[in-house]
Nanobody, 114 residues
Framework: QVQVVESGGGLVQPGGSLTLSCAAS????????MGWYRQAPGKQREFVAT???????TYADSVKGRFTISRGNAKNTVYLQMNSLQPEDTAVYYC????????WGEGTQVTVQS
């Protein structure tokens, strides 16, 4: 059974930075795709960024130029470097790992406020 666990959320001031980490365990295979979604209070869950096994990346327009997704050296790990954070980035951030089936983590809270 694949388990996806996020870490690194917290409280940050506007303009600050945070790095989220995610690890998918329980599979001997590399995930085809890993990435991040987020859900703000009262809003639908939305796409943030993904990275393929070959390193191809896709970003939501709202985070382009500010967020960077990358694969870790350890198998099935991914990071999200978030810079120039704004209050509208406040959300629960969820990691996904996909190998035909999409596995979700339970989320980590990111709060941006002064």
């Amino acid at each position: 059974q694949v388990q996806v666990v996020e870490s690194g959320g917290g409280l940050v001031q506007p303009g600050g930075s945070l790095t989220l980490s995610c690890a998918a365990s329980g599979s001997i295979f590399n995930m085809y795709l890993m990435g991040w979604y987020r859900q703000a209070p009262g809003k639908q869950r939305e796409f943030v960024a993904t990275i393929t096994a070959n390193g191809g990346t896709t970003y939501a327009d709202s985070v382009k130029g500010r967020f960077t997704i990358s694969r870790g050296n350890a198998k099935n790990t991914v990071y999200l470097q978030m810079n120039s954070l704004q209050p509208e980035d406040t959300a629960v951030y969820y990691c996904i790992a996909d190998r035909g089936t999409t596995y979700w983590g339970e989320g980590t809270q990111v709060t941006v406020q002064s």
